[in-house]
């Protein structure tokens, strides 16, 4: 049923750049030649993609922030996003691979001019960053996910918005050394009262949270 449900949604749902229907069909080939789907990189998927452009563009955000690259497939799509609104990303990855493959797909897509990619540790370049960012994409690793969310929540502006991927991993059965990273997480986004907060079970849950006040 679920199969079914995301196949009908992303017959309407398409990529805002080509370079991004490249790195789905590279991630189809790969998946027909690995073992497990553990030894694909990961991605958040068309209809994330999907949202978090839609949430750009309605906020006209101008300052985007995204901690963990992997690939670059999120990148793409909040790099397209930010060049329509006239703004700007800044993308941190730490593993050099990652970023080299990053910066690839977005000179292949165009895009290289909307986004300053920083390769280092989330954790500590956080540290090194302005507040009043518009929107934030959390996808580094997940232990660090509560770890940096005090600092994080403190760089959005007032109604800025924090997206995190892969929530709903506690119920979906995945490790304990990384469901129990993103449980924490949820706890505390509704926990706090500076966050209006939801999840959707889009991909592997997208926690998406408003910060109301300060």
């Given at each position: 049923m679920r199969d079914r449900v995301k196949t009908y949604i992303e017959c309407f749902v398409y990529g805002d750049n080509k370079q991004l229907d490249h790195l789905e069909k590279e991630r189809e080939i790969t998946r027909e030649h690995r073992e497990t789907e553990l030894m694909i990189p990961p991605d958040i998927g068309r209809q994330a993609g999907k949202l978090i452009g839609l949430l750009i563009r309605a906020t006209q955000a101008k300052r985007v922030l995204e901690f963990g690259t992997c690939l670059g497939y999120?990148?793409?799509w909040l790099a397209e996003a930010v060049?329509?609104?006239?703004?700007?990303?800044?993308?941190?990855?730490?593993?050099?691979?990652?970023?080299?493959?990053?910066?690839?797909n977005l000179k292949a897509a165009?895009?290289?001019?909307?986004?300053d990619l920083i390769l280092?540790?989330?954790?500590?370049?956080?540290?090194?960053?302005?507040?009043?960012?518009?929107?934030?994409?959390q996808d580094s690793d997940k232990i660090l996910y509560p770890v940096m969310l005090e600092r994080t929540v403190r760089l959005l502006k007032i109604n800025g918005i924090l997206i995190a991927d892969?929530?709903?991993?506690?119920?979906?059965?995945?490790?304990?050394?990384?469901?129990?990273?993103t449980d924490l997480y949820n706890q505390l986004i509704f926990k706090d009262k500076r966050l209006y907060s939801t999840i959707l079970?889009?991909?592997?849950?997208?926690?998406?949270?408003?910060?109301?006040?300060d």
């Open positions: 999120s990148t793409l060049r329509i609104t006239g703004g700007r990303l800044t993308a941190i990855e730490k593993e050099n691979c990652m970023c080299e493959r990053t910066m690839h165009g895009l290289t001019d909307y986004v280092g540790d989330a954790e500590k370049e956080i540290d090194k960053l302005n507040p009043g960012f518009d929107l934030i994409l892969d929530a709903l991993f506690k119920p979906m059965g995945m490790a304990e050394s990384l469901s129990g990273a079970p889009i991909g592997d849950g997208l926690a998406v949270s408003v910060k109301i006040s």
